[in-house]
């Protein structure tokens, strides 16, 4: 079984990877953690590509000391479309994603319906 779990480093995210960490281990999965640099923001590319090593560094970290192996995917693209294509290329059977935190706006909301309903395979939202 892959698991495939997104991040942008916010308290949501870590909370669905810490989810993702204990579902590894019970099911003997394995686990791949993308962070994905929105090509259509206006931040800067280089700190955000910087700011998604750093995440994916401090996780795997974080996994060695749960005791779980785990991928890390740096990629660039629009998040909801992104997550998707990398589930499909590595045979995900399930993409686990934080829940949006309340009065974020519409765009992590977005975010969850676009995944749920483009993903071919299940879609975890962990609050």
Same mark, same amino acid.
């Given at each position: ?10 308290? /949501?995210?870590?909370?669905? =990877?810490?989810?993702?960490?204990? !579902? ?20 800067? +590319?280089e700190k955000r590509? +910087? ?8 996780? +795997?970290?974080?996994? /060695? ?5 785990? =991928?890390? !995917? !740096? ?6 479309? =992104?997550?998707v294509e990398a /589930?499909?290329r590595i045979g ?11 009065? +974020? ?23």
């Amino acid at each position: 079984m892959n698991i495939l779990v997104g991040t942008d480093g916010r308290s /949501a995210a870590e909370v669905a =990877t810490d989810y993702s960490f204990r !579902l590894t281990k019970a099911l003997g999965a394995t686990m791949y953690i993308i962070y994905v640099v929105d090509k259509n923001s206006k931040d800067d +590319k280089e700190k955000r590509i +910087k700011t998604g090593m750093r995440i994916l560094g401090r996780l +795997k970290i974080k996994a /060695a000391e749960n005791d779980v192996e785990v =991928t890390t !995917l !740096l990629e660039a693209g629009r998040p909801q479309e =992104t997550l998707v294509e990398a /589930a499909e290329r590595i045979g995900a059977d399930m993409i686990v994603i934080g829940s949006s935190e309340p009065g +974020k706006g519409k765009s992590k909301k977005s975010l969850q319906n676009i995944i749920k309903s483009k993903a071919n395979c299940t879609v975890v939202v962990v609050r």
